[in-house]
């Protein structure tokens, strides 16, 4: 079973994902309509889709993906790639580890760098597996201690917990990116969010076909509650 601290939510995705930053977006945003900032806290977890597909960030499949995942959270902060192709991250796992290392310090450190990592990605063309980018993005994050983030990546000692995420991501209980837990062991991919892939138009096209903002509403409750 998934352990899940009162007053947080387990969060299992990977950065590089559209649907989990349209997730992860809609969590930070219910939780403020809800006057939750102060009691529930999102604890974030490496989903590595590189590791598991083992392939580089696959530009094709996000760019079909983030429009459809756009309308779900039009707010989230989303661009189509605006930067040099060459600039494109081929790879998640520097900026994941960092979001673990950033854990270290304290969750909400964890979440910040987190969020800011995502509207780095999607919404200003950023190669977030840069190490300096990733610095950067945290700098702009005011509770990330940067000279202490810097050490940690530096030294690779957060590098363990992101591969010890993907081992138990392998397991049965994380379906996919994103997958919210609450403490009480309710739990749900891709919260109130059913998607399907529809041949046609050339290569076909992603639909939302359920979409109930309700489910992360009761995800955020719920943490509360514990």
């Known amino acids: 079973m998934i352990e899940v601290a009162p007053g947080s939510l387990a969060v299992w995705s990977d ?3 559209p649907w989990s930053h349209a997730v992860v977006w809609r969590l930070h945003d219910a939780r403020r309509r809800l006057g939750l900032e102060d009691h529930v806290v999102l604890d974030h977890h490496a ?5 598991f597909n083992s392939e580089a960030t696959p530009r094709p499949r996000i760019e079909a993906e983030w429009p459809v995942a756009r309308v779900l959270a039009p707010r989230a902060g989303w661009q189509a790639w605006a930067a040099p192709d060459h600039a494109w991250p081929v790879t ?8 673990q290392a950033a854990k270290r310090q304290s969750l909400a450190a964890a979440e910040a760098l987190d969020r800011g990592l995502r509207r780095a990605f999607f ?3 950023r190669c977030v597996s840069l190490r300096h980018v ?3 993005v945290a700098t702009e994050a005011d509770v990330v201690d940067v000279a202490l983030l810097a050490e940690t990546l530096d030294a690779g000692t957060a590098r ?9 991501a392998r397991g049965d209980e994380v379906r996919g990116s994103a997958h919210v837990f609450a403490p009480d062991g309710t739990s749900a991919q891709n919260p109130g969010i059913e998607i ?10 992603y639909v939302v076909t359920r979409d109930d903002p309700d489910a992360i509403e009761d995800l955020v409750r719920r943490a509360a509650r514990s």
């Open 134 to 136: 990733i610095l950067e």
């Open 196 to 205: 399907d892939w529809r041949p046609g138009g050339g290569e076909g096209t």
């Open 92 to 99: 998640m796992l520097p900026a994941m580890e960092a979001v």
């Open 15 to 17: 950065i590089g994902c």
């Open 160 to 168: 363990g917990a992101l591969y010890a995420d993907w081992a138990t």
């Open 123 to 125: 919404g200003e063309s």
């Open 47 to 51: 989903f590595p889709l590189e590791l």
